[in-house]
């Protein structure tokens, strides 16, 4: 494979996935939305988040990785084979607008989240979302455009809990999930729940007790059905 030059109006404005891997980087070009939605956990195409079905040493330069090393490295020449492992196990390098339009998403829908489940202690009324960006501000929370907003939910919310009370309404469901589904559920009961118990059953299904911010209800049951293809069974305790 030789070394080409392309993308060159785009030299300092790609946006790339890249691992180092036997003292050598090899990047792709990818769609920063769907990168970052397929490092997440998403369903989507992979052909659809990688923009040019190449392996690179040097993206911006346009330098090709040469078969001899994808084949050494990664066992494979296929693009999309090693797209997945430079997605997963790699680093999406974004241009600094996009990583900060990324963190203001994040940021707002955070506020969001904690605006609809959580209340003040004080007087049992919502927080405004104005008072909670006010204590983001005051507590310098950082957020992280690379995780989802619910995974970043509770650690913020101690943070914020320095200079705002604030307290969460709970529902407790109890979730269960047929054999076909009952081994690989369980990352998306975590996204938004704190499995409380589980039990497997004789059948080899399973069953999760399952306690999260109310006003994500909605969201979890979804989700549990998008991941069971609508076998799950839920119960409110």
Request: with cysteine; proline share 4%.
């Amino acid at each position: 494979m030789k070394p080409a030059r392309i993308y060159s109006e785009e030299k300092f404005h790609v946006n790339m996935a890249k691992l180092r891997k036997g003292g050598r980087n090899f990047e792709i070009v990818v769609d920063p939305d769907l990168a970052v939605q397929y490092k997440e956990g998403e369903l989507i195409d992979l052909a659809e988040v990688v923009k040019a079905q190449d392996i690179f040493f040097d993206a911006k330069e346009g330098e090709l990785a040469s078969e001899q090393d994808l084949k050494s490295l990664f066992g494979t020449t296929d693009p999309l084979a090693i797209a997945k492992v430079i997605i997963s196990e790699g680093e999406i390098q974004l241009t600094a607008a996009y990583r900060e339009k990324l963190r203001q998403a994040k940021r707002n829908r955070i506020i969001d989240i904690i605006h609809r489940n959580a209340i003040d202690p004080k007087n049992g009324t919502p927080h405004p979302k104005t008072r909670i960006e006010a204590a983001f501000d005051e507590t310098k929370v950082k957020v992280d455009e690379f995780r989802r907003a619910e995974d970043q939910v509770n650690r913020i919310v101690d943070q914020l809990m320095v200079v705002l009370p604030i307290k969460f309404a709970k529902k407790v469901f109890d979730v269960r999930v047929p054999p076909a589904y009952a081994s690989r559920i369980r990352h998306i009961l975590e996204r938004y729940a704190t499995i409380k118990k589980d039990m497997w059953l004789s059948d080899g299904s399973a069953t999760f007790l399952c306690e999260l911010p109310a006003g994500l209800q909605g969201e979890f049951i979804d989700a549990v059905n998008a991941g069971t293809k609508g076998t799950a069974d839920f119960t409110l305790q």
